[in-house]
């Protein structure tokens, strides 16, 4: 009898990840005889942690804050994504090798393609508030998309001239000041930032320039509807939600872990909803 199939989800915290509802979901659905489950580690242990995989039977895991950056040095083989984005969230254990790769450019388009069909990325800029790993993932999805200009606007001015300049391309940054002017010829804006989540602060945005057919898309899920989604919504705009993104992303972790390539559907959705 082979054994059972295991992987999980890894960081300090990680109570509140709701991986383990979502890939619990696929496997019961699909009938995989396996396990995904939270695993704490500190810092200071994650090389241990990574090195003892195989011996500890894990298929693989997905790594979260604070670990998406350290793992980078300490895995065998990172794929061209992880390589550019600079950090990896999602590890293959295969034949005692590390793989690891990044999967949230992959969730952020695939989430944004299926809430919104008629988006056309060429079609205009795009505007990206905030300037940490989601927002670097996500300007590499868009570039990689054929979205023409990308502004990049952050609280920090620095931390966005920054991930301009490692990204190159048509990257411009514009202050956190001019927020609202800068929706003017928007295509496409998406909030990367913690902003207007459920615990911390508002995201204070005027959309009174945004065009009626720029799309809004908002990487928070908790809540679903944020204020800045329901203000979008209000005037008109198509409007996309930040759980497409976590579930989107999970897909390809799943597929070589457990060996079936899993689908996103609306139960799905309710399911990882009501774990929360």
């Given at each position: 009898?082979?054994?059972k199939?295991?992987?999980?989800v ?5 109570a509140?990840?709701?991986s383990p509802?979502l890939?619990?979901?696929w ?9 995904y489950?939270?695993?704490?580690v500190k810092p200071?242990d994650?090389?241990?942690?990574l ?11 997905n ?5 998406k950056?350290?793992a ?17 969230n999602?590890?293959f254990?295969?034949?005692?090798r ?6 949230d450019?992959?969730?952020f388009?695939t989430s944004?393609?299926a809430?919104?069909p008629?988006?056309n990325?060429?079609a205009?800029p ?11 993932a996500?300007?590499?999805a868009?570039?990689?998309a054929?979205v023409p200009?990308?502004v990049?606007?952050n609280?920090?001015a620095?931390?966005?001239g920054a991930l301009?300049?490692?990204?190159g391309?048509k990257i411009t ?8 002017t800068?929706l ?7 909030n ?13 945005i005027?959309l009174?320039h945004l065009?009626?057919?720029a799309t809004?898309n908002?990487i928070v899920?908790v809540?679903?509807e944020t ?11 198509t ?8 579930l989107?992303?999970a897909?390809p ?9 899993p689908e996103?559907t ?5 399911a ?5």
């Amino acid at each position: 009898m082979s054994a059972k199939l295991k992987a999980a989800v890894v960081g300090w915290p990680v109570a509140h990840s709701r991986s383990p509802a979502l890939h619990g979901y696929w496997l019961k659905t699909y009938g995989i005889d396996g396990s995904y489950e939270r695993v704490p580690v500190k810092p200071e242990d994650l090389e241990t942690f990574l090195r003892g995989l195989a011996a500890s039977g894990y298929a693989g895991v997905n790594l979260t804050v604070p670990h998406k950056e350290a793992a980078l040095k300490l895995v065998d083989e990172i794929s061209p994504e992880g390589q550019r984005i600079g950090a990896v969230n999602t590890i293959f254990v295969e034949k005692g090798r590390l793989k690891a790769t990044n999967t949230d450019g992959y969730g952020f388009i695939t989430s944004l393609k299926a809430g919104a069909p008629k988006f056309n990325p060429a079609a205009g800029p795009a505007v990206v508030l905030g300037a940490g790993g989601a927002a670097r993932a996500i300007c590499i999805a868009l570039q990689d998309a054929g979205v023409p200009d990308i502004v990049l606007i952050n609280r920090t001015a620095d931390r966005a001239g920054a991930l301009a300049k490692a990204l190159g391309g048509k990257i411009t940054v514009a202050s956190w000041n001019d927020r609202t002017t800068a929706l003017k010829a928007a295509n496409l804006l998406v909030n990367t930032t913690t902003l207007g989540m459920t615990g911390q602060d508002p995201l204070d945005i005027d959309l009174k320039h945004l065009p009626p057919e720029a799309t809004v898309n908002d990487i928070v899920y908790v809540p679903l509807e944020t204020p800045l989604l329901a203000a979008a919504r209000a005037r008109g705009n198509t409007v996309v939600d930040g759980l497409g993104m976590l579930l989107y992303q999970a897909q390809p972790g799943f597929e070589g872990w457990f060996g079936k390539r899993p689908e996103v559907t609306p139960e799905l959705r309710k399911a990882v909803l009501a774990a929360g």
